[in-house]
């Protein structure tokens, strides 16, 4: 079945490091791609998405680019702040309208100062 | 606009009662999806509707858990009898059904649910 495998967590980073979360998936047909941000206390918010292969998703400094040959969607940031810090899902949902999100099992994430 | 609205935030109930969570999905969305996250078990679909009609419930644990979605503004999501491991942060969604898998899914802040 459509699956989703991120990098366990947690990640410990200090402020301004590069951050990398990897996430691949298997899904039938060519899937949307999504990241999720859920910060302490609080629902999921989307952070990015992509819809087709080579497509880059980005938003507040993250990027993750939607890679068919490696079924990859990793999630990358040049600099990490401390408010950064979060839970963050990987997600897909197959190619046709009207279905659910599939999500990894989540990266924590901790930046310190 | 207001987002995906759940009630209530956080309730704390004895073993054995009934809970009763609620959502109000944003206005124009026909889908709606719940969900429920646990420490063990990550995110899990619970069941979801488009135009009010379940369509996947195969995620709902066992026969205590049961939901509804009368209209397009409302759905719940009813526990009967309650237990223990139903302790967990239960989550409503909704998206735009028509077009295609790219919809967002936007998510409520959550019903954290404490049973004792």
């Known amino acids: 079945g459509d699956s989703v495998t991120q990098m366990e967590g947690p990640v410990t980073l200090s402020e301004e490091a590069f951050l990398t979360i990897n996430c691949t998936y298997t899904a039938t047909g060519y899937p949307s791609l999504f990241w999720y941000v859920q910060y302490p206390g609080e629902g999921l918010q989307l952070l990015l998405k992509?819809?087709?292969?080579?497509d880059k998703g980005s938003n507040k400094g993250f990027e993750a680019t939607y890679r068919k040959e490696t079924t990859s969607f990793h999630l990358e940031k040049g600099s990490v702040q401390v408010s950064d810090s979060a839970v963050y899902f990987c997600?897909?949902?197959?190619?046709?309208?009207?279905?659910?999100?599939?999500f990894g099992k989540g990266t924590t994430l901790s930046v310190s100062s | 606009d207001a987002g995906v609205i759940q009630s209530p935030r956080h309730e704390v109930t004895e073993m054995g009662q009934e809970v009763t969570l609620r959502c109000k999905p944003i206005s124009g969305h026909n889908s709606l999806f719940w969900y429920r996250q646990t420490m063990m078990r990550g995110l899990e679909l619970l069941i979801y509707f488009n135009n009010n009609v379940p369509i996947d419930d195969s995620g709902m644990p066992e026969d205590r858990f049961s939901a509804k979605m009368p209209n397009a503004s409302f759905s719940t999501l009813k526990i009967q009898p309650s237990e223990p491991r139903d302790s967990a942060v239960y989550f409503c969604?909704?998206?735009?059904?028509?077009?295609?898998?790219?919809?967002?899914?936007?998510f409520g802040e959550g019903s954290w649910l404490t049973v004792v």
């Open positions: 969604a909704s998206s735009l059904l028509a077009g295609f898998s790219g919809n967002t899914i936007y």
């Open positions: 992509a819809t087709k292969a080579d």
């Open positions: 997600a897909l949902r197959v190619n046709q309208a009207g279905t659910a999100l599939i």
